[in-house]
């Protein structure tokens, strides 16, 4: 049973163009959500988050959107660039708990 | 600037074979994790320890065994390796949450698992 579910296995999108990876989630106790970025043969690295007492959070060119009631996220990257050429892993977590709940990823390439 | 440390990075076993993964933090973190990744199956929690003294099971803990040896060191071990455990593994760190003050995870860079 997968909690949390990123349906686009991969999207390509052209340098300086606007790059939107989907995030779906069926755990409603779901209260804190995370952004990871992968490179290949490394580890994740933590990207942006959100708490679900907000709707918007920004870091620079990444913005995270949350909409609770339809329990959806979505990662914005603007303007897209070719360093941003990664796996990108969707989490979510629960009140005080410290474990994380991982999407299956979205492999994003930036076209020159 | 270490942070997570993994060894090995990569290891080749024979089903039956018994293995230790090695993980190391220096971030002074309480929390720690492991999880394997497999192809189109994101990142799965093997088991995990909130604090020193302290394991719990994950999502996939069976064929696993984990042992927090100290506030830096979390092991994972494959008693008898089965082919269906050859993945990537994954080891990862944390503060402990507390009230308002969720803190990310922070990974190593896997150890490649192949067992034949």
């Known amino acids: 049973d997968q909690q949390v579910k990123q349906n686009s296995p991969s999207l390509s999108v052209q340098e300086g163009r606007i790059s939107i990876l989907n995030c779906d989630y069926t755990?409603?106790?779901?209260?804190?959500f995370l952004w990871y970025k992968k490179y290949p043969a490394e580890g994740p690295t933590f990207l942006i988050s959100?708490?679900?007492?907000?709707d918007k959070n920004e870091d620079g060119r990444f913005t995270v959107f949350l909409n609770k009631s339809a329990k959806h996220l979505s990662l914005h990257i603007v303007p897209s660039q070719p360093g941003d050429s990664a796996v990108y892993f969707c989490?979510?977590?629960?009140?005080?708990?410290?474990?994380?709940?991982f999407g299956t990823g979205t492999r994003l390439q930036v076209t020159l | 600037n270490a942070g997570v440390t993994q060894t090995p990075k990569f290891q080749v076993l024979k089903t039956g074979q018994s293995m230790t993964l090695q993980c190391a933090q220096d971030?002074?973190?309480?929390?720690m994790y492991w999880y394997r990744q497999d192809p189109g199956m994101g990142l799965r929690l093997i088991y995990y320890?909130?604090?020193?003294?302290?394991?719990d099971k994950g999502e996939v803990p069976n064929g696993y065994n984990v042992s927090r040896l100290n506030k830096r060191e979390f092991s994972l071990r494959l008693e008898s390796a089965a082919p269906s455990q050859t993945s990537v593994y994954f080891c990862?760190?944390?503060?402990?949450?507390?009230?308002?003050?969720?803190?990310?995870?922070?990974f190593g860079d896997g150890t490649r698992l192949s067992i034949l």
């Open positions: 971030m002074n973190h309480n929390s």
């Open positions: 320890s909130a604090s020193e003294g302290t394991t």
């Open positions: 755990n409603s106790m779901f209260d804190y």
């Open positions: 990862a760190s944390s503060e402990m949450f507390r009230t308002g003050n969720n803190q990310p995870q922070h």
């Open positions: 959100i708490s679900s007492i907000k």
């Open positions: 989490a979510a977590k629960r009140g005080t708990a410290s474990k994380l709940t």
